[in-house]
């Protein structure tokens, strides 16, 4: 039960990580997803240990039930007082939820989406990277995605520097440069964004992480979104801007389709 004095309800005092679960029951990326919220509850001073971390996950993936799935950990300092005080020895709360996992059209996978840009901004975030649980700029720009028919929306700092989509990571391929965001002022670093930096770097790809104008994205030879449940999105249109799915894109995607099907 979660408690009505909860400061992840009250504050959105916690984290949050979405697991892609393969259909014999891995989770290929669940070191990644362990690391990223370890060190989430670090930088919050939220007590949490990785054998805690370990027995929830396997708690829920015993509802597993033969099919893919996604299962949603959720962390929050747990009970508190009226205040935005921490209380000095927190009881944090750790709960997981099961989703059946509903695959991306292939159409979308193999063409590209038209994707929109959002008129919610992105405020800067001392919190920068960590996927904690205050995400109502995501949610209302989610909605307006929704409104307008778009399979995304791209939201942009107030530099007007576009950071991430309202739940996924911004790739753009140059040549033989791969690009994304900084994540220094505002966005979550996903853990497919990680794992894709990763694989680049080692095939011999250049890598830049850095904050660019809108307007380099129109230069780019493709645009691609990512994150854990979906892996790579290509986008073929953005406002009044087209691009072909690059042609390293559908590697990746089989590399990353390669972790689920073993």
């Not at 396997?58 to 005080?85: C, E, M, N, Q, W």
């Not at 230069?219 to 979906?230: E, P």
């Amino acid at each position: 039960m979660l408690s009505r004095s909860d400061r992840g309800l009250a504050y959105g005092d916690g984290l949050f990580e979405t697991l892609r679960v393969s259909a014999d029951g891995r989770v290929p990326l669940w070191p990644r997803h362990r690391a990223r919220m370890l060190a989430g509850a670090r930088r919050l001073a939220i007590p949490l240990t990785e054998d805690r971390l370990e027995r929830t996950l396997a708690a829920r993936l015993r509802d597993h039930d033969g099919g893919a799935g996604v299962i949603k950990l959720v962390l929050t300092r747990g009970s508190g007082g009226r205040g935005y005080l921490p209380p000095e020895r927190p009881q944090p709360t750790l709960f997981g939820q099961w989703f059946p996992f509903t695959e991306e059209p292939c159409a979308h996978l193999r063409h590209g989406v038209e994707i929109g840009l959002c008129d919610t901004v992105l405020p800067d975030d001392p919190l920068a990277g960590l996927k904690h649980l205050n995400r109502l700029p995501q949610v209302v720009a989610r909605a307006e995605a929704g409104r307008r028919g778009w399979r995304e929306g791209l939201l942009l700092d107030r530099h007007r520097c576009p950071v991430e989509a309202t739940s996924m990571n911004l790739f753009a391929v140059f040549g033989d440069l791969l690009w994304t965001p900084s994540l220094e002022r505002a966005g979550v670093a996903g853990v497919a964004r990680g794992w894709l930096l990763d694989v680049a770097r080692d095939q011999g790809w250049r890598v830049e992480v850095r904050a660019r104008p809108l307007s380099h994205l129109r230069r780019a030879d493709g645009i691609f979104l990512t994150n854990s449940i979906v892996g790579l999105l290509p986008v073929r249109k953005l406002a009044q801007w087209t691009w072909p799915v690059d042609p390293q894109v559908p590697q990746w995607q089989r590399l990353w389709q390669a972790r689920f099907n073993h």
